[in-house]
């Protein structure tokens, strides 16, 4: 069997810290200087910083489990928000508890399926998102809106300041809940290296934020979007899909919305930057030494062009903030294009476990000679094939250009350079018909769009047969139980008190 070839007992700590829909466009070289995030910005200081790292998809769950297992989601067969993650694809945490690692995530993943752990040997909390079949789109009825589970603008309209949601009061359960895991291991029960992953769901919307971090940003001179927004017929066909999935005609949207919304989003990352503080004290206090990577699973389009959430392979939705801390990487920042994808093989080749057995099933590659001083020349690739689309969608991220790609729509071609807002599609112009062709060759080469998206119908169709029956009589859900023995903490009779003491207590003898 291939495992590693590190001695087990030399292989790092890691620490993951993963949040939801922070735009990586706010992280130019960490977080932006008028952002209040102390810990997210003493983080960056001893981190290489990849300036341009792009999500595999702009959606939680074909965005996790690209993230998880390096693979994009037409492989993965995770197209939506609803689509069965596989148990047999190996993820980061099969690999790392394959070579000896325990591993442990706190917080949200949105695994769908029976399987809620995906290697992971413990889990500390349930998710936030239903795990079954039910936010399943359906491509069979274009332009259909699901209301129950679909976006609106609701959270914009709505946005403002409360001092509990549901989005606070699961981040709290996850912040708790890493903090104790952290003494757990401190504590030295099992002496085996740990991989801990903390997932928050924050800054993603509703746009809703405690006052305390609310109050950071009277004043901010970044509450309006940099491009305002556009006339409905001015958008390109896959943003007007979002709109119209959005529910956009049954709002208002005033200024004053906006401004609230942008504050309350920045106000979030600070609150998760005190849950990050609360973690890295916690680690540093423990004296507990790790590799510690920040990622988001994508971004949010905060009103830029008068879009919002994500859905889109413009920046604002597609790029996110990666960062990582690990011996023997120098403090950095990065420019070139990479991707969530590569996060696994970069745990992997950092721990120095092996992903030979499955390395041709496997799109992302390590970072760690990038980090080093090194090139990367195979472009980043991104896929969409959920709401708001009634067909796959394409990008390729290669230098300076961005392709996106659709069978129903035009070809788009961006300078990213010269053109950073995405504002002038460039794909029907004669001066660039050099480089529309080389790159539409390299998809090519990738995609078989009508293939993908023969899979992705039949994907939907299987499971909305599936989910009405299973949701008919009696109903058993999938959703992750967090198992906590009661008769197994703090003092029992089956104990010994002094043992039971000083086991508990780190450090012990001062």
């Known amino acids: 069997m291939t495992t590693a070839t590190t001695p087990q007992t030399t292989r790092p700590n890691i620490l993951i810290l993963m949040v939801d829909q ?37 959606l939680c769950a074909p965005g996790r489990a690209s993230f998880m297992t390096g693979q994009l989601p037409s492989r993965t067969g995770v197209y939506d928000n609803a689509a069965e993650f596989a148990s047999d694809i190996p993820t980061f945490a099969h690999h790392l508890r394959r070579a000896g690692y325990q591993t442990c995530l706190s917080g949200k993943m949105h695994f769908v399926g029976p399987d809620q752990l995906h290697g992971f040997e413990s889990r500390l909390t349930t998710d936030i998102y239903p795990a ?8 069979r009825k274009p332009g259909e809106r699901i209301d129950w589970w679909y976006h609106n603008m609701g959270s914009v309209t709505g946005a403002g300041v409360a001092e509990i949601t549901n989005q606070m009061e699961y981040d709290d359960e996850v912040g708790f809940h890493a903090v104790q895991k952290l003494y757990d291991l401190a504590r030295g029960a099992d002496q085996r290296p740990w991989c801990l992953t903390v997932s928050f769901t924050h800054p993603h919307d509703p746009y809703v934020a405690r006052k305390k971090y609310w109050d950071l940003y009277e004043g901010c001179e970044h509450l309006l979007p940099e ?33 609230r919304s942008r504050r309350a989003y920045f106000a979030n990352i600070s609150y998760i930057d005190d849950k990050i503080s609360q973690i890295l004290e916690t680690l540093e206090a423990t004296r507990q030494e790790a590799i510690v990577v920040f990622v988001s699973d994508h971004g949010d389009m905060l009103g830029e062009r008068g879009l919002w959430y994500k859905m889109t392979f413009y920046d604002g939705s597609s790029r996110v903030p990666l960062m990582i801390a690990a011996p023997g990487l120098a403090p950095r920042r990065i420019d070139a294009a990479v991707s969530t994808i590569d996060v696994t093989p970069t745990l992997c080749d950092l721990a120095g476990v092996s992903m030979e057995e499955v390395t041709p099933w496997t799109d992302g590659e390590s970072l760690v000679p990038l980090a080093q001083g090194g090139t990367r020349a195979a472009p980043v690739c991104m896929e969409y094939a959920a709401e708001a689309s009634q067909a796959p969608l394409v990008s390729l991220r290669d230098g300076r250009w961005k392709l996106n ?71 058993f859900p999938w959703d992750h139980q967090p198992l906590r023995d009661a008769s197994e903490r703090y003092m029992r009779n089956h104990m010994d008190l002094n043992v039971l003491e000083t086991s508990k207590r780190f450090p012990r003898g001062e």
């Not at 079954?132 to 491509?139: A, I, K, L, V």
């Open 22 to 58: 922070l735009a990586g466009t706010l992280f130019p070289d960490g977080p932006a200087d008028w952002l209040h995030a102390p810990a997210l910005k003493a983080l960056a200081a001893r981190s290489v910083r990849f300036r341009n790292a792009y999500t595999a998809s702009p």
């Open 132 to 139: 079954d079949f039910g936010w399943t789109p359906d491509y």
């Open 227 to 259: 491009v305002p927004a556009m006339p409905y017929e001015d958008h390109d066909r896959h943003s007007r899909r979002i709109f119209d999935a959005n529910d956009w005609r049954s709002y208002s949207l005033t200024e004053g919305d906006i401004r």
């Open 405 to 475: 790609l659709c069978a129903l729509d035009p070809d788009q071609l961006f300078d990213l350079e010269s053109d950073p807002h995405e504002l002038t599609n460039l794909a029907a112009d004669p001066a660039h018909a050099g480089t529309l062709a080389r790159l539409r060759a390299m998809a090519a080469a990738r995609w078989d769009l009508a293939r993908f998206d023969a899979e992705v119908r039949a994907s939907q169709a299987r499971r909305w047969v599936v989910y009405e029956a299973l949701r008919n009589g009696s109903y």
